[in-house]
């Protein structure tokens, strides 16, 4: 057993980790507030290889590994949670599917300009009576002639207003259930998509989601991604990976907690002495420290996993809802370690706080990543 990175996983790390503190460090307090879209970031981001870390290069991505994609991701999002998951969003759900499911045409046209950045992507699953219970989706696609014809709404959809591509799953055969769920490729300035008002949300706001809907949006038959009727392993295979994604993201969010809650503790005075020196506030540092420890090991080992081409679909569940509740246990606990001036704008954890919240939402919520835990358990 190994538990070194490789020279060039060190290297990703090491350059996310500079970009963060010389890029988004200054910046990640206005996104917030302004809940900006950090354009020129995400380009820089697409200069470093990081819109596509794991993709071939010949598709136009970085060609490293899904660890250096962890490590790279918990970089950004230590720094802003909301670039964070613009990256990850990109990396695993948009171009991971077309990797592993896009024709070689796919591949040239559509991916690779993803790949490398110059376009965005977004993953259109979620739809206002079909969260969880994927299959109660509404959204159809009817063939006719050479194009499919899409009808339906998705909302809550990160990146879908700064998007040009979205990978968006509809019904072709509603009687086969989720085995008539299919996936597509749709341009996002087609006649016929169109996205409504941003989201006014907790947290991550320098991410923008939206609804997209679609009424008689045609696409042409060669964007149907996968075979038809794959539509639902398409999704909860794209999820598996995702989910390391989202899992990488709390990571970062835990561990801006953790930073920011030691530096308050040595600084500030209480009973004559720094914070650091009381008991309660050690083992709130110490409690923090060792969940976020293990959830990166749970993260790295589900990524590991992928890479080496071995079923990861229980290991990035058990990352994910473990480093979730882990961010949301940091931020709550470095918050109480700040107590008042924690509460104000004036300190980074509020946000974190904030930002934290969701990975206990998106890409599936705790609950259903314990549904998946357990049903590979109990099969
Ligand atoms: N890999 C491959 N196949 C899988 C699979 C996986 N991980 N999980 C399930 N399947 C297959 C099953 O083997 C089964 O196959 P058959 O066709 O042979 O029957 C089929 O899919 C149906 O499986 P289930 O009966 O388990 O399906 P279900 O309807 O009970 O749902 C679920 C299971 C785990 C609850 C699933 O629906 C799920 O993950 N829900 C959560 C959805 C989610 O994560 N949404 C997030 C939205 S995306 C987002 O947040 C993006 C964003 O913008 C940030």
Not at 25 to 51: H, I, Q, R, T, Y
Not at 166 to 175: C, G, L, R, S
Not at 220 to 225: A, E, Q, T
């Amino acid at each position: 057993m190994n538990f070194d990175f490789t020279e060039e996983q060190i290297m990703v790390r090491d350059t996310a980790r500079e970009f963060a503190a010389r890029e988004l460090d200054p910046v990640a307090a206005k996104l917030d507030a302004e809940g900006e879209f950090p354009a020129d970031k995400v380009a820089m981001l697409a200069e470093m290889g990081f819109m596509g870390v794991a993709i071939p290069e010949q598709y136009g991505g970085g060609d490293m590994d899904y660890v250096s994609y962890v490590l790279a991701t918990e970089e950004i999002s230590r720094a802003c949670a909301g670039t964070g998951v613009i990256m990850s969003v990109n990396n695993s759900l948009v171009c991971d599917p077309l990797v592993k499911y896009g024709t070689e045409e796919q591949k040239k046209e559509i991916l690779a300009p993803l790949a490398a950045g110059e376009k965005l992507g977004c993953f259109g699953l979620t739809e206002p009576g079909a969260g969880s219970d994927v299959s109660s989706m509404k959204t159809n696609a009817v063939l006719q002639g050479d194009e499919w014809i899409l009808n339906g709404e998705k909302n809550f959809i990160t990146n879908a207003p700064n998007s040009q591509f979205a990978i968006i799953f509809a019904y072709t055969d509603k009687d086969a259930k989720h085995r008539g769920i299919s996936a597509f490729i749709v341009p996002m300035d087609i006649d016929g998509v169109s996205c409504g008002p941003k989201e006014h949300k907790l947290g991550i706001k320098a991410s923008h989601s939206s609804s997209i809907f679609l009424e008689d949006a045609k696409i042409p038959k060669s964007y149907l991604l996968g075979e038809l009727g794959q539509g639902f392993k398409v999704a909860m295979t794209t999820l598996d990976a995702g989910r390391i994604g989202i899992a990488s993201q709390a990571l970062g969010i835990a561990r801006a907690s953790l930073e920011e809650g030691v530096a308050f503790a040595k600084e500030r005075q209480a009973f004559g002495k720094p914070i650091a020196r009381l008991q309660a506030i050690q083992f709130k540092v110490a409690d923090i420290a060792t969940r976020l420890d293990a959830a990166r090991l749970l993260t790295l080992r589900a990524a590991y996993l992928k890479d080496v081409g071995k079923p990861f679909s229980k290991e990035s569940a058990m990352c994910k809802v473990f480093a979730a509740e882990a961010a949301s246990y940091a931020a709550t606990e470095s918050l109480q370690i700040h107590g008042g001036y924690g509460y104000t704008t004036e300190y980074a954890v509020e946000r974190h706080f904030r930002d934290a919240r969701i990975t206990e939402i998106y890409e599936g919520t705790s609950e259903i990543q314990r549904v998946v835990i357990a049903s590979n358990l109990l099969r």
